[in-house]
């Protein structure tokens, strides 16, 4: 039996809050990695066509030996093939490499609102064509900021399940959470320890030491209290068991406080900023 709490989604299917990241994971350690996850009781793995892991994070889940019905995966498109042909073809890539029939859920991994003309809803209504056809079992968005969501939701009507966006304490992106939660539209936090950097921030280490609990389950568990959903990504064995043990304790209110209290607003960003972010990867 898993501790993992599901989060409820718009579209009527349900989202294990906690998973495992695969970003930044060669294919060569991805089966052992993701593997291990398993192992200790991870049910969710978040890959894109960027990773370059898709294949192996298939392969993980069939060696596994659990139903493929029990490991909730997600996947995202990559921002090369935004056009509805080619977002249609790489989506058939992803299934294949994946050896899936189906994923859990689509993502358009950015919004990329300074390419295609400005163009992100006919991608958009591709995905929602992947959803009708019931390969893609819920689709979202990731990086969208609210003016997007908003463009989104009145072009097509189809309000996203999910939206990744970067979230942590130095940089909690309270304004797109926010409408999310107004809107329906589940909050994923993607770099949820911001890969490591607000684990010595004394606040995090004051509340892990009183608590006697590690930095980074402090701040996994700051997410969970929040409602966002998280993956943290780790190849170290003890990491992915130390992440995955977030359900016999629970931060107080005041705690969630001090911790909200670091945020740096633009500041704390680490990735891109959506709105001008226009990489297409070789
Ligand atoms: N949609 C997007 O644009 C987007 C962008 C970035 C990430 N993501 C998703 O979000 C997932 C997580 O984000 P992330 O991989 O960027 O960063 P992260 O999960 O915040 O941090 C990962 C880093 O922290 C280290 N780490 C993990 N657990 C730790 C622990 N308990 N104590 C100390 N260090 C620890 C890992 O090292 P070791 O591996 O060496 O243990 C790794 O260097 C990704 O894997 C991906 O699925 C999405």
Redesign the pocket.
């Known amino acids: 039996m898993s501790a993992v709490p599901t989060i409820d989604l718009n579209d009527g299917h349900t989202i294990p809050q906690l998973g495992f ?4 994971i060669d294919p060569e350690d991805t089966v052992g990695a993701v593997g291990r996850a398993l192992e200790v009781g991870y049910r969710h793995v ?1 890959t894109a066509q960027m990773y370059g892991n898709e294949k192996e994070v298939g392969e993980a889940v069939r060696a596994s030996g659990l139903d493929r019905a029990d490991v909730f995966v997600t996947s ?1 498109l990559n921002n090369g093939v935004h056009r509805p042909d080619e977002a249609r073809r790489a989506f058939d890539g992803t299934l294949s490499d994946l050896g899936f029939d189906y994923v859990d859920l689509f993502l358009i ?1 950015w919004p990329l609102p300074t390419l295609y003309d400005g163009d992100f809803v006919s991608t958009w209504e591709t995905l929602a064509e992947l959803h009708r056809d019931g390969r893609a079992r819920s689709i979202g968005v ?2 969208f900021q609210v003016d997007h969501l908003r463009r989104l939701t009145d072009a097509t009507g189809v309000v996203p399940a999910v939206n ?1 966006i970067e979230r942590h304490p130095y940089l909690l992106n309270d304004a797109v959470h926010d409408y999310g939660r107004a809107h329906g539209i589940a909050t994923e936090a ?7 950097d607000v ?1 010595e921030d004394p606040v995090i280490t004051g509340i892990a030491q009183k608590l006697g609990r ?1 930095a ?1 389950q402090v701040v996994l568990r700051w997410h969970i209290q929040h409602g966002a959903i998280v ?6 064995p003890e ?1 992915i068991e ?2 995955f043990a977030l359900f016999d304790f629970e931060l107080e209110g005041d705690d969630v406080e001090e911790i909200d209290g670091l945020d740096r607003g633009e500041a704390g960003r680490t ?1 891109p900023n959506p709105d001008t972010f226009d990489h297409i990867p070789d």
């Open positions: 990241g695969v970003f930044q978040d995202k991994h990731s990086n990744q993607w770099s949820p320890i911001a890969q490591g684990l590690s980074a993956f943290p990504k780790s190849t170290t990491r130390e992440n990735g």
